[in-house]
């Protein structure tokens, strides 16, 4: 039975291969997209969603828009590595279906009450406002979601600040809300993502492909090597947000570590950071709801997004 999941992004050129990594891998099922303003303002990267969901034949999954700000403070886009429009370096072709109706917001709360306890999973790859919300309006559903599996933060180093990784950095206060609920966390932070490079190698698999689809995604991941290039410390870009899905598919791709886990929100250095603690030895799976995923199996991760595009692109 594949797993019920619903991604929160920002797209974001590693959030549009995680929704092509769910779209694509049988072993989850992609029941809905919501949207959160971080990497560009609300309506870009809600428009940018649907357009990858079009792209890869998606049209039967519906998207949400939901939060333009964060809870508190204000907002920053990330322009510099993902462009004006949140996704710049390709042509996508515009979306059929239309934009949901519903606020992301209530409508996160209505799918996951809908269906069985502990069946959908839910996985943010932006900033937390909106799953932040949700669980202030809906606190039940913290009991009914199985796990949330999130793409933020950072154990040992950040990429917004030295300490804070952007989508928690961005939203501090709502990612404060969502650890310190009891829901069980992974947290795929810059510790894992770093690992997931996509190098020359990776693209000319990607390529060889030869579908509409797979050539997209060279053009993005093209537009994402320069962008780091000029702007970080790295020969090719940390795809990040993918390593959040590809862990809900397979667990068995990354090592994890539970332990404590806060979100500073009064540091004059260190806003944003989580805070985790590794002091103890690891604790007992029933004392500890969080965890954070340390070391990646890269060839698996990258074997399971590169399939991902072809089925994707086989059927779009
Ligand atoms: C990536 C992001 C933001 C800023 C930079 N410099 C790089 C986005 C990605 O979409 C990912 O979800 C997360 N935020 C990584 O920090
Ligand atoms: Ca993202």
Not at 22 to 39: D, E, F, H, K, S
Request: charged share 20%; aromatic share 4%.
């Amino acid at each position: 039975m594949p797993k019920d999941i619903i991604i929160d992004c920002d797209p974001g050129h590693d959030d549009a291969v995680a929704l092509l990594l769910a779209v694509g891998n049988p072993a989850v099922n992609l029941i809905g997209v919501t949207t959160v303003g971080g990497n560009q303002s609300l309506d870009k990267v809600t428009y940018n969603a649907r357009a990858v969901l079009e792209a890869a034949g998606a049209r039967d999954v519906p998207v949400h828009a939901g939060c333009a700000r964060p809870l508190v403070r204000t907002g920053q886009v990330a322009a510099a590595i993902h462009g004006e429009s949140g996704l710049d370096g390709v042509d996508l072709p515009r979306p059929t279906r239309p934009l949901g109706e519903q606020h992301a917001v209530t409508w996160l709360i209505d799918a996951i009450m809908a269906r069985e306890p502990k069946s959908v999973t839910l996985v943010p790859t932006g900033p937390l406002t909106n799953i932040a919300l949700a669980v202030r309006l809906a606190p039940e559903i913290v009991d009914r979601v199985r796990e949330v599996v999130l793409m933020g933060g950072a154990v040992h180093t950040g990429n917004s600040s030295p300490v804070a990784e952007f989508n928690i950095k961005t939203d501090p206060e709502a990612a404060h809300i969502v650890f310190n609920e009891a829901w069980p966390i992974t947290m795929v932070g810059l510790d894992l993502t770093h690992q997931a490079l996509c190098t020359a190698e990776v693209e000319a698999r990607i390529a060889a492909q030869g579908t509409a689809l797979s050539r997209r995604v060279c053009d993005m991941m093209d537009f994402f090597r320069q962008a780091y290039r000029s702007n970080r410390v790295f020969a090719d870009p940390p795809v990040h947000d993918p390593c959040a899905v590809a862990y809900v598919i397979d667990p068995g791709i990354m090592t994890t570590r539970r332990c404590p886990v806060d979100i500073e929100l009064a540091g004059a250095l260190t806003t944003g950071m989580t805070v985790a603690d590794l002091r103890a030895p690891e604790p007992a799976a029933d004392a500890c709801a969080t965890q954070v995923a340390l070391r990646l199996d890269v060839d698996a991760f990258w074997d399971m997004v590169v399939d991902a595009i072809a089925q994707a692109g086989a059927r779009s």
